[in-house]
Nanobody, 126 residues
Framework: QMQLVESGGGSVQSGGSLRLSCAAS????????IGWFRQAPGKEREGFSCISKSGGGTNYADSVKGRFTISRDNAKNTVYLQMNSLQPEDTAVYYCAAVPRVIDLCGLSQGSYNYWGQGTQVTVSS
């Protein structure tokens, strides 16, 4: 069974850091672009970061650019999201998602992604 499992969420104070992991089981991530999405209370889910299947291409939304870094270790079948300088507006449930890609690109449109994790809560207090 193909699964994505997020971990690493938690509660931090403003200015703090967290590292999220997205681990795949039942399939290899080598051929998949991975996206990170989040949904804050009362808001729609938004895509904010993605990484191509090789890791050579990344995209970030302006809201996280310069603070968040996405990376992947295909040998460990895991994608990471390092989040620094966290702010209360980063509070949300964070999801990773995967889509098979022939070309080595990624996008932030959630409709493009086939497989989703269950999400992990990130809470940032001021």
């Amino acid at each position: 069974q193909m699964q994505l499992v997020e971990s690493g969420g938690g509660s931090v104070q403003s200015g703090g850091s967290l590292r999220l992991s997205c681990a795949a089981s039942g399939f290899t991530l080598d051929y998949y672009a991975i996206g990170w999405f989040r949904q804050a209370p009362g808001k729609e889910r938004e895509g904010f970061s993605c990484i191509s299947k090789s890791g050579g291409g990344t995209n970030y939304a302006d809201s996280v650019k310069g603070r968040f870094t996405i990376s992947r270790d295909n040998a460990k079948n895991t994608v990471y999201l390092q989040m620094n300088s966290l702010q209360p507006e980063d509070t949300a449930v964070y999801y990773c998602a995967a889509v098979p890609r022939v070309i080595d690109l990624c996008g932030l449109s959630q409709g493009s992604y086939n497989y989703w994790g269950q999400g992990t809560q990130v809470t940032v207090s001021s």
